[in-house]
């Protein structure tokens, strides 16, 4: 054993003995279990064999040592204080400055006994340091956060001087454009906005979809901006008066990402969206296609059909298309012939044959599904049911011994029902060709690092339609940009076409005597339900419960005492 580690030993020994938190037998088992794993520290060790916990640790090193615990939920960073520090020393010994007043720099770290490395930042910065002890894990997520920010503006500030350096510009554009792509995957943004105004441009991205701007650029780099993403688009660059959309492949992080991109004319020039299709998507119970097990059993029975039509409904962004993904994945499991016809094809998937949408030459949803009936397909997969064309050829298509999945853009299952008749499909035909619909949204989580607990008001309890004392409300911190949120789960309805509702479907029975049918008899478990259950389990919050709900299906349901 080195004399440095012999010493380390021995301090962080001693203190956590001098608290009765280790004894010398379980020092020394960390200390073997320390040589084992090459490069990982004694306090590490001793947590990761649960001979300490984390917060053990910190208390005896603070008491011990008379340093303050930081609650990041409080913490405001100076992002001056941050850049005093490389990025790379911030991310080798996971310390992070916060503040900085009168010379003394105020960094916040997990392991205070770390002497190389407080000298080596006093040395780097020429200031002194005053630490702070914060939790290793959004220690981690904070010093990748607040460095990402830096690099961002650097970027657009070195983007906006290029205009007044000839022959730099092209370069500064490529890097920004790159730059914001990794920063929105990054950040599981859906979508990068880039609006033009009279004396600016404002760069904004949907994170868990809820818009937050980014950064704000030089007016005079949106010309170059949006020709560079017209030519990644293969679009007409010289063409500034019609809306034009494209798609293109980037690699970030070493991860394949498909966009889609749409440029449309507004006041001040182009407005361009670009919408990330990551093959990564971060899901929530992936193994039941981010469902409940309970509701992932009834779709499991929906898919046993040899033949029929299953949609699946929600409006724009609720993640309809990578559940169809998810279940794809499994069917392909299957010995059967899977077509897809989509608008784009947004992952590519194995053992399935993919075709996508281009309007151009004239090649529709209708067009392109009734040349995949002549490819011998057992399962069908339409991007979206847009049109009564579309919609006459998929019931057409369930009807003559096919399993086709698609997408409508309801509100609730039952409402699909309405939608398809209001496509001029026949009563009889639905009745015939329909196995299930599911309905779903995304809901923003709670951030598990600074929600709090509140009673729940007269409204809430309305809201859940059940009787709840306590709710969790977002906070803000660091860890989740402030939002209160940190990613989102989705929630479901689904609706089973039993011999019942084939019935109620061909007699035209109204929308309400259904929806009644389902839940009373079926016990189909409604958005507003399933929601509620992540209300009473801390995991959303009844603000996003009603947003997610909020249409005129969820008032048919009687409260639940």
């Not at 913490?75 to 020393?89: C, G, I, N, Q, S």
């Not at 657009?156 to 730099?168: F, M």
């Not at 650029?217 to 293969?234: C, F, N, S, T």
């Not at 929601?531 to 919050?541: C, D, F, M, N, P």
């Amino acid at each position: 054993m080195g004399t440095e580690e012999e010493s380390r030993y021995i301090r962080i020994g001693q203190i956590l003995k001098e608290q009765g938190y280790v004894t010398d037998q379980e020092l020394a088992e960390a200390l073997a279990y320390q040589k084992a794993h090459k490069g990982m520290r004694l306090g590490r060790a001793l947590v990761e064999l649960d001979m300490v916990s984390e917060e053990q640790m910190l208390d005896a090193l603070g008491i011990r040592l008379g340093l303050e615990r930081e609650y990041l939920a409080k913490l405001k960073v100076d992002l001056e204080a941050v850049a005093k520090l490389p990025a790379r020393l911030a991310e080798q010994y996971q310390m992070l400055p916060v503040h900085m007043e009168a010379g003394i720099l105020t960094v916040l770290t997990n392991d205070p006994l770390d002497l190389y490395g407080i000298e080596d930042i006093r040395q780097t910065t020429g200031m002194d340091v005053e630490l702070r002890l914060c939790a290793a894990a959004p220690l981690a997520q904070m010093i990748r956060y607040y460095h990402s920010e830096i690099r961002a503006k650097r970027t657009a500030a070195d983007a906006n001087r290029s205009r007044q350096r000839p022959g730099t510009g092209n370069g500064q554009v490529v890097r920004l454009l790159d730059d914001l792509l990794q920063r929105a995957r990054r950040n599981d943004a859906s979508d990068i906005h880039i609006e033009p105004f009279s004396d600016k441009v404002v760069v904004r991205m949907r994170i868990d979809g809820v818009m937050a701007e980014f950064v704000t650029l030089d007016k005079a780099l949106h010309p170059p901006l949006v020709a560079r993403l017209k030519v990644l688009g293969d679009m007409d660059i010289a063409e500034h008066r019609l809306p034009q959309d494209g798609h293109f492949q980037v690699t970030v992080d070493g991860e394949a990402v498909n966009t889609r991109v749409s440029v449309m004319p507004a006041v001040y020039g182009e407005k361009a969206v670009v919408r990330l299709l990551s093959a990564d998507s971060r899901i929530d119970q992936k193994d039941t296609f981010g469902m409940s097990p309970e509701d992932c059993k009834i779709l499991r029975r929906m898919l046993e059909a040899p033949n029929g039509l299953i949609y699946l409904t929600g409006p724009t962004g609720s993640g309809k298309t990578t559940t169809l993904y998810m279940v794809l994945n499994e069917l392909a499991r299957r010995p059967v012939n899977i077509c897809t016809i989509e608008d784009p094809v947004e992952q590519n998937l194995s053992k399935i044959s993919q075709s996508q949408v281009n309007s151009q030459i004239g090649l529709t949803f209708e067009k392109g599904l009734r040349a995949l009936l002549r490819q011998d397909p057992d399962i069908i997969m339409v991007g979206e049911t847009r049109d009564k064309e579309t919609a006459a050829v998929a019931v057409r298509a369930a009807i003559t011994g096919h399993l086709v999945l698609s997408t409508l853009h309801t509100n609730d299952a039952v409402s699909s029902i309405v939608r398809l008749e209001d496509m001029g499909v026949e009563p009889y035909l639905a009745s015939a060709s329909l196995v299930g619909i599911v309905a779903q949204r995304l809901v923003r989580k709670l951030c598990p690092r600074c929600a709090r607990r509140v009673k729940a008001t007269a409204e809430d309890k309305r809201v859940l339609g059940k009787a709840m004392e306590q709710i969790c409300v977002p906070t803000g911190c660091p860890f989740c940009s402030g939002t209160g949120y940190r990613g989102r789960i989705a929630i479901h309805e689904i609706l089973t076409v039993d011999s019942r509702v084939r019935q109620m479907i061909a007699d035209r029975a109204p929308k309400d005597a259904i929806f009644t049918y389902a839940v009373q008899e079926q016990k189909m478990r409604t958005l507003r339900k399933c929601g509620a259950g992540l209300v009473e389990q801390g995991i959303t919050s009844v603000e996003e419960l009603r947003k997610a709900v909020y249409h005129d299906g969820w008032e048919m349901e009687e409260p639940v005492p």
